[in-house]
């Protein structure tokens, strides 16, 4: 009798917590996150706030190397499954949230003191700077973001198994716990959770995570444009 069998079948091997693809939507996430930490250890080491600036076209190319070498366990973004309402929705809530976010901006909406970022050096816009913010908030973070907050983790708080769970059955609680851990993750933490909130709506209710993506690009498109414009570096 094989060894096995003495006592019965033989138990399944334990499991990991976090599955590949888990890892494929949470490492690109952790390499954003990572330059948080990088930025205030180099202005430590004393490099220039000027040169600092440049932290933020590098960390983009290092998450999206890190969302090329996982794309093939993206099957969700494989395929076009927007109806032209779906797109129109998605547009029109991306542009809510942008005004939402613009106007939840005072006192007790804000954690800590935003240092923003600043692409201007003595009173000159470096546009080449302002270019790579608009480009990586605009087409990187939206897909980098969603593929952590709505595909993994607000459908993994409800089953390991998270991409057996259509986004349709994704529990209120489960929604809302993402939403407010989105909405911590920045420094207009009220204007994120309704951003977070509204996301994870669009995702529920068009079963597709290009809805989303859809409205957090437009969000932060248009957020850095109206920046630009006015010159409020802060809320970048």
Known sequence: MPANDQHGAARPGKQPLLSRAAWARVLPFLVYLAFFLVEPLLASLGVAADSLRYLYPVKTVAVVATLAYFWRDYTELHRWDMTPKGVIAALAVGAVVFVLWISLS?????????????????????????????????????????????????RWLDKNDF????????????????????????????AGIVAGAAYSWLYVRQRSLWAPVIAHALTNGVLGCWVVYTGNWTFW
């Open 163 to 190: 991409l057996s769970l259509d986004p349709a059955r994704v529990t209120l609680q489960s929604a809302a716990i993402g939403a407010v851990i989105f909405g911590f993750e920045h420094h207009l933490w009220l």
């Open 106 to 154: 005072t006192g007790w909406m804000v954690i800590g003191a935003p240092g923003g970022y600043d692409p201007s050096s003595g009173g000159q816009v470096d546009w080449l700077l302002v270019a790579a913010r608009i480009a990586g908030a605009a087409l990187v973070v939206p897909v980098m973001e969603e593929l952590f907050w709505r595909s993994f983790l607000m």
